[in-house]
């Protein structure tokens, strides 16, 4: 059994169910309503209605949030019930939370995955309960056996993206370099606006595949047209399904240092990274560090990102090969392609180990 909400907890653990998938395990997943059509295709599937919890104490949406916790309690515990699961697998989100404490509670084996260099608040609670935590990022203080350094997760769609058909599917030429700059599903504006500051005016000199954010999209488009933008090497997208080939694709990623950094590190990408300010304990700077301190990323605060700085940073990057090939190496050796057969090898060492018989 897997659990996992939506985005960066999600992907990792579609990740896992895939490789237990493939290894003869018959998967269930428990994922929230609005990514049940997406799972279900995959894997037999149970929707909970979660949510997490505002950071203002007295706000509103908390009460929703704890009804919704109360219900999901009895309806992890009928899940449960119901699958009656050999081991259980928690992505790391809110939604984990109910399920794998109730299997845990029940003598199941069972483990989480922490996608950040943070211990979230979710396997902060569940860390006692579970047999292994798996660690994208090494986390001062937390050491074995409990908490095991993996990687994180990555999907054998992502591993395999690939320059060549990176540059086929965004129609980008080989005999100009391409930075990919990115902020997220939702897009950044602090990174949109310095990338159409830096960017965004006359010819150019390098491709720009620039993904905004669908609630930018217009914005920027139309400022683009405004600013007389060379429209054949910048490529404004909204979002993009291919975001492992636009990397691959890259010679210098910039974006934000959330668990996309694994994968930038994964695909050996140099990068710059602008770490989003308001983070949960600030983990994005703590993602940012630990590339930075591989020699992979150059990291700029987001109070100081600016069209000029962003624009000299990425030519004296360009023109310093020898360093842009160093930083590249760097982040192949950082980056743990395989993350994801290391947690389904501790799944299968933890049924290899069980002492007990779950409680049904």
Same mark, same amino acid.
């Given at each position: 059994m897997a659990a996992g909400g939506t985005g960066g907890h999600l992907t990792p653990?579609?990740?896992v169910a895939d490789e237990l998938a493939a290894r003869g395990a018959a998967v269930t997943f428990v994922?929230?309503?609005?990514q049940v059509e997406r799972v279900g295709a995959r894997f037999s599937v149970y929707a909970l209605e979660m949510r997490g919890f505002e950071r203002r104490l007295l706000a509103r949406e908390n009460a929703v949030t704890l009804r919704r916790l109360a219900a999901a309690a009895p309806r992890s515990w009928r899940i449960v019930s119901a699958v009656r699961p050999h081991a259980a697998v928690g992505g790391g989100g809110y939604l984990s939370g109910p399920v794998v404490a109730t299997a845990a509670l029940r003598r199941v084996p069972a483990l989480v995955i922490e996608s950040d260099a943070h211990l979230g608040i979710t396997n902060r609670l569940l860390a006692p309960l579970v047999s292994r935590v798996c660690l994208s990022f090494p986390i001062e203080g937390r050491g074995a056996p409990r908490f095991v350094l993996t990687g994180r997760p990555l999907s054998a769609a992502q591993l395999a993206a690939d &320059? =060549?058909?990176g540059r086929t599917v965004f129609d980008l030429s080989a005999q100009q370099p391409v930075v990919l700059v990115f902020g997220g599903s939702q897009g950044a504006q602090s990174l949109n606006r310095a990338c159409l500051e830096a960017f965004g005016s006359?010819?150019?000199s390098v491709q720009v595949l620039h993904v905004c954010g669908p609630r930018h999209y217009d914005e920027m488009k139309a400022a683009l047209a405004e600013r007389g933008a060379d429209l054949e090497r910048y490529r404004l997208l909204p979002y993009t399904e291919n975001l492992?080939?636009?990397m691959a694709a890259a010679d210098l990623v910039v974006g934000r240092a959330g668990g996309s950094v694994a994968e930038i590190a994964a695909l050996g990408r140099p990068a710059i990274l602008v770490p989003y300010p308001y983070a949960t304990a600030d983990h994005q700077s703590k993602n940012a560090a630990w590339m &930075? =301190?591989?020699?992979a990323a150059v990291?700029?605060?987001?109070?100081d990102l600016d069209g000029p700085l962003l624009a000299r940073l990425v030519s004296e990057l360009l023109a310093d090969r020898t360093r842009l090939e160093r930083?590249?190496?760097a982040s192949r050796a950082a980056g743990r392609p395989d993350a994801t057969r290391a947690v389904a090898d501790e799944v299968e060492a933890l049924l290899e180990g069980r002492t007990s018989r779950p409680r049904w």
């Open positions: 653990a579609l990740a994922t929230t309503p609005s &320059a =060549a058909t006359g010819a150019l492992a080939h636009a &930075a =301190a591989a020699g990291v700029v605060a987001d109070a930083m590249a190496a």
